[in-house]
């Protein structure tokens, strides 16, 4: 077992003939960002929900920060924050009741709970709406909102269902520095589901993905990554003919090469230097502008795994 | 405080919150004051207080005020997508319900006897004449207890309804239902048994005299509380809430 946060043996969930679940592995190690990704209906929502003790397994078992979710989910929930489908806010309270009363619920002493709700609402640039019927607010607003209670009680494991949905880029870069810091600074584990690969690949120290309830991988973003493939070039420019394209493909240093709205994508055998492929780029008569190495995206890898999974 | 005391007032508060300090809640309140509590005893003069009106109110307010809001507890917050957030905090199963229990109870009861308080001073004051008269000692425990246990029927039947319903309109309903097939059911159940099992039960409510036939109506109305309300702890599962 060790120290793991999270830990499922073959968990399953089914509904009926549908499998939301199925034959779930997963170790999630504290004080990272794991995220969770995959289609709309993969499971994501399912196995949160399961890890909360919120629903039975129909087979396996899962353990969160040590305790059994289908026997000791009474302790589970108090050392957990979440954010879960729906931002769960009452809209006939103000912003600051919803957070008045989840910090009761957490047992907050008064004045530590007005300190850190008025740090909250003031870290969200909300505090001077305090007031306002939570319900006024934007949906980004009330996501925001969401967010703050999910961390209020500064919980040490905090489970997260599309957070950054419906909110602006600017709001999503800081909740992603937000629960970078968190993580960093005190060690917090966080659980997240995403749609966003981008912010997967930025955020995440360790990725899962899904897919018809079933994981289908799960490793750092990097790992997944080199999965979908090797070293690769991108070169922009003119004149990638379909003859310059077959003298590239010919090149011993070269898997294989495709061009596309005036780029020449190379994928490379590893550890090979690009300058030769370049140079026969050159010889070969095209004009070139830039030329760039990288990795497949973490979206790319995602859509290798899910293509290879049908 | 206990944790557990800590927990219920916790809920009970955002129950008050959400509800009760609304601006539509108070004037509704206000409302039923000035008609229950002072115009209809303003007219009446002091009989008021010796009257069938102040029993009768007192056993149906809370009834009718808890209907009014008691389908919403559950399948309120399950269609406003809260609940789920609610189930997924540390609050215990028998917080969340007894809160949402006590929350409704309280709100009925409290603007029940609220009513009758100020409907005794109002009688007073307006006619003015003659010494202070106030309910009888039958009436007023009467009245304190049936809106209690009276109220607690209703609270407790439409908790119970209103947990698994995916809506407010379908908990409202189902209570609507439950409640018209009781009272006909108990009328049925009269009028289709023989005089001979019947008139026995009357003899003996009879024989109770008012204390007794006050204390035997409490304690029936406490023991089928209790019953509902231990029916709606057993049926409360985290596991099937969040699916409902």
């Not at chain 1, 955020?203 to 090797?230: F, S």
């Not at chain 1, 492929?277 to 010889?283: E, H």
């Not at chain 2, 507890?73 to 269609?79: I, K, Q």
Request: a positive charge; aromatic letters at 6%; hydrophobic letters at 50%.
């Amino acid at each position: 077992m060790g120290n793991l946060a999270i830990e499922t043996d073959n968990l399953s969930r089914a509904f009926g003939q549908v499998r939301a679940v199925e034959q779930l592995n997963l170790r999630v190690p504290p004080g990272v960002v794991f995220g969770f990704l995959g289609t709309n209906g993969a499971g994501k929502t399912t196995t949160i929900r399961l890890l909360l003790g919120l629903l039975e397994p129909t087979e396996g078992s899962a353990r969160v920060m040590g305790f059994d979710t289908r026997r000791e989910a009474d302790e589970i929930r108090p050392r957990t924050g979440a954010l879960l489908e729906h931002p769960g806010i009452y809209e006939r309270l103000s912003a600051e009741d919803n957070l008045e009363f989840y910090g009761r619920i957490w047992r907050i002493p008064a004045a530590e709970r007005r300190t850190r709700i008025k740090e909250l609402l003031t870290h969200l640039g909300v505090w001077e709406r305090r007031k306002e019927r939570a319900g006024t607010w934007s949906r980004g607003m009330k996501q925001k909102l969401a967010v703050a209670r999910a961390i209020l009680h500064r919980p040490p494991l905090i489970f997260l269902d599309e957070p950054t949905a419906g909110l602006d880029p600017v709001a999503a870069a800081a909740l992603r520095e937000d629960l970078a810091g968190l993580t960093q600074r005190e060690g917090v584990t966080v659980f997240l589901t995403t749609h966003n690969l981008a912010e997967a690949e930025k955020l995440c120290g360790l990725v899962g993905v899904i897919r018809q309830g079933r994981l289908l991988a799960v490793g750092h973003p990097d790992e997944l990554r080199a999965r979908a493939g090797g070293p690769r070039a991108e070169i922009t420019g003119r004149g990638f003919t379909p003859e310059l394209v077959s003298v590239v493909r010919a090149l011993p240093q070269v898997l294989a090469a495709q061009a596309q709205n005036g780029r020449l994508m190379v994928d490379l055998r590893d550890d090979v230097p690009l300058a030769p492929v370049v140079r026969a780029v050159v010889d070969a008569g095209a004009d070139i502008e830039g030329v760039q190495r990288g990795a497949a995206s973490l979206e790319e890898a995602f859509l290798a795994l899910v293509e290879d999974s049908r | 405080m206990s944790d557990a005391l800590h927990d219920l007032r916790t809920m009970v508060w955002k129950e008050w919150a959400e509800f009760v300090r609304q601006r539509s809640t108070i004037i509704s309140m206000a409302l039923f004051l000035v008609i229950f509590g002072v115009f209809l005893p303003a007219q009446r003069g002091k009989p008021w207080v010796d009257s069938a009106a102040p029993f009768f109110n007192s056993v149906l307010f809370p009834i009718m005020l808890v209907l009014g809001i008691v389908a919403d507890s559950f399948a309120g917050e399950r269609e406003r997508h809260t609940l789920e957030t609610l189930l997924a905090s540390r609050l215990s199963d028998r917080a969340i319900l007894f809160g949402k229990y006590i929350a409704i109870l309280v709100y009925a009861w409290g603007i029940t006897i609220a009513s009758l308080l100020l409907g005794a001073v109002v009688v007073n004051v307006w006619d003015s004449g003659g010494p202070l008269v106030f309910y009888p000692a039958r009436v007023a425990s009467a009245a304190l207890l049936f809106s209690l246990f009276g109220g607690g029927f209703a609270a407790a039947a439409g908790v119970l309804m209103s947990l698994h319903s995916s809506t407010v309109r379908q908990a409202a309903q189902m209570l609507s239902i439950g409640m018209t097939a009781i009272f006909v059911a108990v009328f049925a159940v009269l009028a289709v048994l023989p005089d001979a099992v019947v008139n026995p039960v009357i003899k003996r409510l009879r024989d109770l005299g008012p204390s007794g036939l006050i204390i035997a109506i409490t304690l029936t109305l406490a023991a089928v509380d209790a019953l509902l309300l231990t029916i709606a702890a057993l049926r409360f599962r985290r596991t099937r809430l969040v699916l409902d």
